[in-house]
């Protein structure tokens, strides 16, 4: 708290962020859903020729060599392309572009129960009033409940973070045609790891009020460029591009541009990654499933596992962390007994298995033990 800052800051309960270990610090890493695998080699060869003296110039503000890209990738045009610094930015931007404010509307935006924690920060931020939709068994999203229920926009993650879960093109297309007069943002940070994955872009030519909202964070390695796009009719591109240049005119930098271009046109690459990523989750669920854990389905680079009831999700957290492997325990009611575990290289995820089999057959024992001495 401080006199200085004014109500909304004083009272704003901020985003908090995933553990960034120090530098040289080892650990495997599995709590901020990063890629274990470098970016594309493209990446450093686009940087290496990078011109310096071009960086007393400030940058395209539309970012047009990364939306060309993306454009010639995703087969839309270069205007239905929105870049932004990281998709945590762009949904900023489309929190404040598309939803009303408390003091025109009481209608709510509607999100998923549990979903990406910065959704109710902008909420609050922006002061947009929320409407929290309940999921399911195993926290499974049923479009129906979107459909009837008043509101002034939504905001769907798919696959879901942190369960995990994905819905359906169709579950997508009901509800866009259900609610032709608010937005439907489907946030597919998560895109790309299933085999056969499906995204949201192909209903944009049905759907003006769709607005898929990706990033080069997960499947492309590049969470520390800071590169996230939208792709929406031209009509939503130019209420968000409105937004950005009330705020910052220039979100991506000259390099960023340069190498998140240079990541998007190696498909080859990112087309690797992806398959050695799904490969290490099955491992990953396989095993986990095999010591007792539950977990949904995944179709994200991350599992949303239950540890077996001699185990607490929060004592197995601490425990992994002594021990130099982070994953992510939230300790939010309704989801307090689970912990988030991104999906590392294989070899990380063999070390993470012995060290939680190690974890739950030392409590195993230290139970068995107690009855001994109590017999
Ligand atoms: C569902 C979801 N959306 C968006 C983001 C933000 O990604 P970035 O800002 O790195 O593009 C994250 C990050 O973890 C996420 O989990």
Redesign the pocket.
């Known amino acids: 708290m401080s006199r200085f800052w004014n109500r909304k800051i004083n009272e704003i309960v901020p985003y908090v962020a995933g553990e960034q270990p120090r530098r040289g610090t080892k650990v495997i890493k599995l709590n901020?859903?990063e890629n274990p695998f470098p970016p594309s080699p493209k990446v450093a060869e686009s940087i290496a020729q990078f011109d310096i003296a071009d960086l007393r110039l400030y940058p395209d503000t539309d970012a047009t060599l990364v939306a060309e890209a993306i454009a010639a990738q995703e087969g839309v045009s270069p205007e239905q392309i929105f870049v932004g610094n990281?998709?945590?930015?762009v949904?900023a931007l489309c929190f404040q572009t598309f939803f009303e404010t408390r003091d025109n509307s009481v209608l709510p935006v509607l999100t998923p129960e549990f979903s990406?924690s910065?959704y109710p920060v902008f909420e609050e931020f922006y002061n947009i009033k929320a409407a929290k939709i309940p999921l399911h068994e195993e926290y499974r999203l049923d479009a129906s409940d979107y459909v009837d229920v008043a509101n002034c926009g939504i905001c769907i993650?798919n696959p879901n973070?942190p369960t995990s879960r994905a819905i359906a093109l169709e579950d997508i297309a009901l509800i866009c045609r259900s609610n032709p007069d608010s937005v439907v943002i489907i946030?597919e940070?998560?895109a790309y790891f299933e085999e056969k994955y499906e995204t949201a872009v192909s209903l944009l030519g049905q759907f003006p009020n769709l607005c898929v909202?990706r990033?080069?964070?997960k499947s492309y390695s590049l969470?520390g460029l800071?590169v996230?796009y939208a792709i929406a009719s031209e009509e939503l591109i130019e209420g968000l591009k409105r937004a950005r240049d009330s705020f910052n005119s220039y979100p991506i930098d000259r390099l960023a541009q340069t190498a998140a271009a240079a990541a998007i046109n190696d498909r080859k690459y990112h087309e690797i990654c992806r398959v050695k990523i799904i490969e290490a989750r099955e491992y990953t669920v396989r095993e986990l499933t095999r010591l007792g854990f539950a977990m949904p389905e995944s179709s994200a680079n991350f599992v949303f596992a239950k540890p077996p009831a001699i185990i607490s999700a929060e004592t197995l957290y601490k425990n992994l962390r002594a021990k130099g492997i982070l994953v992510r325990y939230f300790g939010t009611p309704g989801i307090s007994d689970h912990l988030r575990i991104a999906i590392g290289t294989r070899e990380e995820m063999e070390q993470f298995i012995s060290q939680v089999e190690k974890e739950v057959t030392d409590v195993q024992d230290c139970n068995s033990c107690k009855e001994d001495q109590r017999d």
């Open positions: 901020t859903n990281g998709s945590d930015e949904l990406y910065f993650a973070a946030d940070a998560y909202v990033t080069l964070s969470a800071r996230g």
